[in-house]
């Protein structure tokens, strides 16, 4: 038996009760409901005043937070599905894990695109206005979706190539394992998660100690800059450890197999939901242009005609 088909019998052995069931929907619906709400408000705010339109610095935080509602919208979906219908059709979970995937690996390239853009703004700031523009931005966004897409898609072309038509017909427990079963697409998604982990905090450390160097002697916004590339590297890592999530699983299966439901819950959580309400800390409380807009919209919103 090999791995995923050991997972799925795991969850299968161990069900929850009803009671720990609903209390688990209901802290999931919850938090994504507070999360997209937030997310909602920052980007109405973003759509609502020009001055971010023309900065590269808002323009990739909201592809940010566009993917960060996509993704935690699908996973809840996917959570409570699990629990009502357990069991949905092959086509339908392929739909709702590929477009999952794209937005789960389109957020740390993102968060290093936003390092980078830091980097330029602090240590070659005279040069910025020319290499960091909206086309240019808008390029890289494309750049950004078309390497998930070389990442996901062999996926479903795999499967649909070696999976016989009534495989598609069938109804599964939707994980991506079940969905993409093949044994090839599991080595290919180590390793392009070895090669995302290596560029991606490369990317990081690089930015981060450049600027550190630079904020010795440069002025607050560089330690600001700094503070924020700390904060992205934090994010990063909790994004990265979806790259580690197959071999965390393999070990509580090991570790804690009575509890493994509650260890995968835990794990999505801290995955899946956890990295996904940062992005507000980072630009709706901490970043003064954003936050001012942002209690503007607020103050005109909830404030008496």
């Not at 799925?8 to 999931?28: C, E, G, H, L, P």
């Not at 330029?120 to 206005?129: G, K, N, Q, S, Y």
């Not at 090839?184 to 070895?194: A, N, P, Q, S």
């Not at 990265?240 to 439901?261: C, D, I, R, S, V």
């Amino acid at each position: 038996m090999n791995d995923s088909s050991a997972n799925v019998t795991m969850v299968i052995q161990y069900r929850d009760s009803f009671t720990k069931a609903v209390t688990k929907n209901v802290i999931v619906v919850v938090l994504g409901i507070s999360i997209n709400y937030i997310n909602a408000g920052l980007i109405h705010t973003f759509r609502k005043h020009q001055i971010f339109y023309m900065n590269p610095r808002y323009i990739l935080f909201f592809h940010l937070v566009v993917n960060d509602m996509i993704q935690v919208t699908l996973t809840i979906i996917l959570f409570i599905i699990s629990y009502i219908l357990y069991k949905i059709n092959v086509s339908i979970c392929c739909t709702f894990i590929l477009i999952a995937l794209f937005a789960t690996e389109n957020t740390p390239l993102n968060l290093a695109c936003m390092a980078v853009e830091c980097y330029i703004a602090i240590c070659v700031p005279l040069r910025h206005v020319q290499i960091c523009t909206v086309k240019r931005t808008i390029m890289l966004i494309g750049l950004i979706w078309a390497t998930s897409m070389l990442s996901v898609l062999p996926d479903l072309f795999i499967t649909l190539a070696i999976e016989p038509l009534d495989f598609f017909n069938s109804k599964v427990f939707c994980l991506r394992e079940t969905a993409f079963p093949n044994p090839l697409i599991i080595k290919k998604r180590d390793i392009t998660y070895i090669v995302y982990l290596v560029i991606v905090w490369f990317v990081i450390f690089y930015t981060y100690f450049n600027i550190l160097f630079t904020a010795k002697t440069a002025s607050k916004d560089a330690k600001k800059a700094r503070n924020t590339i700390l904060l992205h590297g934090f994010q990063v890592l909790l994004c990265m450890a979806t790259y580690a999530e197959p071999l965390l699983k393999y070990g509580l299966q090991q570790w804690f197999p009575k509890n493994y439901p509650d260890s995968l819950f835990a794990c999505y959580i801290i995955i899946q939901i956890l990295p996904r309400s940062i992005s507000p800390i980072i630009y709706g409380i901490r970043d003064k242009t954003f936050r001012r807009y942002l209690k503007r919209y607020l103050l005109c919103k909830f404030s008496p005609q």
